[in-house]
């Protein structure tokens, strides 16, 4: 039994081995292994390639020496290999041994991004970066390198201020922080930090890089706090052992019109107006209602009827009326067409040559700019010359070289006098929009200004006052920069670099006897009214030198290491030369131009001159890189400044940064995932940059001035000695750096081979020693002082796409699609030992403005919010409870809120029609603690927060698409929008053109508030209907005053009334004047044509593309304005963005252009 059972369980055995030994014979018949390498096509192995048996999950990555290997299905046919910036590659399996070679995608070939002091592979990035390749600039007809940035990078705000040649560029790097500091990024151009792009010519531009976290910045130290802008300029870089040349030339022409106009009342709502102003001011003196209407009519009837003054004095109103309502007497002249309706005509023409090979190369470029832009004597011209050159005389040497002239010419005083130091009074949109909507000559040229100057806006219609203020202003910009690089040792580059620019920009103003500056200033011995002339004569100079010794080494081709220090030493100077003539008679035969050649004509001259406190600056700095197999990054910056900004105490800042990276896609346990993801990394940074951007002339002045005295010198000329301030300003030797540490968490992300790539990106950034004046209790007004913070938070989202892509030589065709959004809000953190700032935009004078300081800055709030009132539609007869005819008196209902009996906002003001302002909740009623009733009177405390001009969303988006084949060309079009969310725009415009005051009660205003719109006291005939409805009452009250106040309120429901009546004693900021910045506009379309190069061969042509491109065709928006993309007043105080007040208008226009390549 025993012996039975033993051959059984032996037998049993048996068979088991058997088939186990059958199943792995089986299994191994089933598969087969497959090695090889992997290399690029200069033989160099390439490490973590994908390598994946097609239509599986199969798969492996190369080692440190590209190698592979893989067992496969037996029934496998092809691998597939890939990396991210080559082109996949399949293979068949032919036998156990499989060498693949990849090479460079164009569509994803690694992009070099510049960084401080040294480049990277954009696939490398470690911080937060952005970047404009040439290719997107190629196709773009843009005049400055500040519109090529608009809508293409997140988190990159670039806001055209208004619509003028010379307009302000406001480019704001994740928000800005510094509450009374410039907020403008650090611009780099081929290395050398410079004060502004919108001098350099696109044509001439290779990529643009932003540095926009810390980790980037901080190699830049005290410069880097609001971003950094790298532009680096193109070269010719050949390999080639012959010598190469090329030569192209791009450029246009386009004419352009303004886009949109302010809609006014005509000359019989124009009249009417000014009759019910003057009726309602002189109400109980009937004689001075005729007065008061007559001294500006008169003089109308004289220059167009010739009427004797006695007649003026009788005709009846609706006579008036009547005959201003005949268009054929008194027709409407568009005042806004006559200033700003011509057709302006722009050019744009770019030369380059270039050339060179593998020892040196050169690019040689001229670029010219015209604009006659649309406002009457408003134009601008712009020449650049540059040369880039690049020279290795021997083995591991290379010499650089780059100088650039620029010279800019800006004719014409703008459409804003207040930015060029002139008045509210002098802006020509302004004019343009409330001069009386007839010819009116109120004075003759040989007199001075009175009291109705400001009444009337100005004495004199547009065009002459426009003709009459010449403004000449001339930039001159010199910028030369060289270096010298030497490889030793394999592993080390040092680098010296030097470099100079030098700017001078002289300004001529010429103000004729009609403008307002000429008729209200005077000087000893000079009347006013007379002509004047101002010279200033600016200059400013920067020297640098710049050395850095660099050590690269890669170990084991798996660790990658690179160290970096240097020292940096700039000096920068500026003077500030200003010349003043008065009392020109302007009876010489010249030319606005020509008479700055005899400045000694004046009968009074003065110079002032400024050279401004020394700015030097030196710096050290340093830089580590360390990267694990392209998969782990590690890089950490430190840079100290020491600045003559601030006292030797405080002169030394310290910047440190961190940043490191994981790039996850390239892990093992990704790689099932690599047939649709080509790239994920994750990044972290944390940094510290500075800002030491602050007036040198504040700082080292025991006291400022804001007065001076005349010291006659014999012959008319004179000095200037400050001998007392209004304002004295006391040193502060502890005063130091603002300094901005920023946090960023991002992401890189690619799929399908980088079809579709992009970056998401949260940042913090947190602003400390904020410099705000403090008012002091002493004999000192106030003293700079570090105190306060802010905070900045940010969401960046970017996505580009290529949707289609197909090449061949009979037919290609492609289309792409990239966006880009931001989110960014600030907030104030803490203001030392105020919990509160003002700051006013200054454009309007006490006596004719309730709010001089519109915008309020607290702690927990946002930069930008503005402080005024409410509205609740406008007061209506049934609001009120009694009328007294002889003295127009109206009683206020029980329970309507009122106006305080004293100050602008007085009882007087009080009628049907007026404005009502919400009583806001400031009384505790109850006990409770909380506030749940008004007080029934409106006052300052009814002042509250009535928007914010910042916007929440900004970012824009691109079409590019093209088609094309070798015998018919090649089409392409591209799309360019860009867009803002969620701000108000303060429409001061708006305020002053709604608005008629005891200031402004002879100007034209918009047609919103016409007859048909606003609620009035009168009918079309010109007569006042509570005089007529009241029937000869002596007092309406009760059932007497609800009869006659329903008949006044519908007469005014009858005619569709919707508006406030226009008439108030001030200008006073309400939320009606807060309107919605929210648009998308089409920034730019463009449609291109390229010749088949078989055409162009005979002639030695490389290509030649026309085009024709449309610039601002729509801007979809709500607001009210001539434009939403509007900022007017922060360039002098960052606390007041978001203004439009008399803003150039912007223009839409085509362009005709053409590239040539030879």
Partial sequence: MKKTLKNRFSIKNMLLVCFCLMTAFAVNAQTKSISGVVRDVNGETIISASVLVKGTTIGTVTDFDGAYKLDVPADAKTLVFSYIGMRTEEMPITGSVINVTLKEDAQVIEEVVVTGYGTTNKRDLVTAVASVSADQLKDLPVASASEALQGKLAGVSVTT?????????????????????????????????????????????ASMDVLKDAAATAIYGAQGANGVIIITTKDSDSDSDKMTFDVSYSGYVGWKKIAKKYDVMDVWDFTLMQYEYAYLKNITEKSAIRSDFNAYFDKLYHNTKYLEESQVETMPISEILTEFADPAQHPFIDWQDATFGRTGFNSNHSVSVSGGNKNGNFTLSYNRIDDKAIMEQSNYARNNLSLKAKFKPFKNFTLGFTARYTNTSVLGAGSNAIKDAGTATESRLRNAVVYAPVNLQMKGADSSGDDEDETFGSLYDPITTIRDNYKLKQDDKWTMNGYVSYKFAKHFTVKVEAGYDSRNIETNRYYGPTTYFARNTGRPGVAMGTAQVQVLDETESRLRNANTIEWKRKFNKTHQVSVLLGEETIIRKSETKTLYGFGYKGNYDMTRGEIFNYLGQASYSEIQNYIAPKDNQLSFFGRANYDYLGRYYITATFRADASTRFENQNQWGYFPSVAAAWRLSDESWMQGASDWLSNLKLRFSYGMAGNNNVDLGYLHADFLSQQMTYIDMGNGASNILVVGGSEKIAQNPNLKWETTITRDLGIDYGFFNERLTGAIDLYWNNTRDLIIKQTLPSRYNAQYQNIGSTENKGVEFSLKGVILDHKSKSLSYGLSVDGNIAYNRNKVIDLGNVTSLQAQTSCFGSSEYLTLAEFLVEEGQ??????????????????????????????????????????????????????????????????????????????????VIIGNTVPVLTGGFNIAAQIGGNKWGRFDLSANFTFAWGNKILNLSNMEYTTLTEKSKMRNLASSVNFANRYSLFDKEGNYLPVALAAGQAFLYGDSYTTFSQALDQANVDKGANQASPIMSHYIVTDKHMEDGSFLRLQNLTIGYTLPKVWLDKAHIEQIRVFVQGTNLFCATKYSGLDPEVDTRSSKNPLTPGVDFSAYPKSRGINVGLNIQF
């Fill in 161 to 205: 201020t208004e619509g003028s040649p010379d307009a302000d560029v406001k480019i704001r790097v994740r928000g800005g922080t510094s509450l009374t500091q410039s907020n403008d990024p650090l611009y780099i151009v081929d290395g050398f930090p410079v004060s502004s792009i919108s001098d350099i010519a696109p044509s001439d531009i």
């Fill in 862 to 943: 946002p930069i930008g919010n503005v402080y005024g009132y409410e509205t609740d539609g406008y007061y209506t007869a049934a609001d009120f409870q009694s009328y007294m005819p002889s003295t127009d008196a109206w009683g206020i209902g029980n329970d309507v809120p009122a106006y305080a009996t004293e100050g602008f906002l007085s009882t007087k003001h009080m009628r049907p029609g007026a404005v009502k302002f919400k009583d806001q909740l400031t009384e505790d009623t109850d006990g409770d603690g909380v506030l749940d009733a008004g007080d029934g009177i409106i006052d300052e405390k009814d002042k």
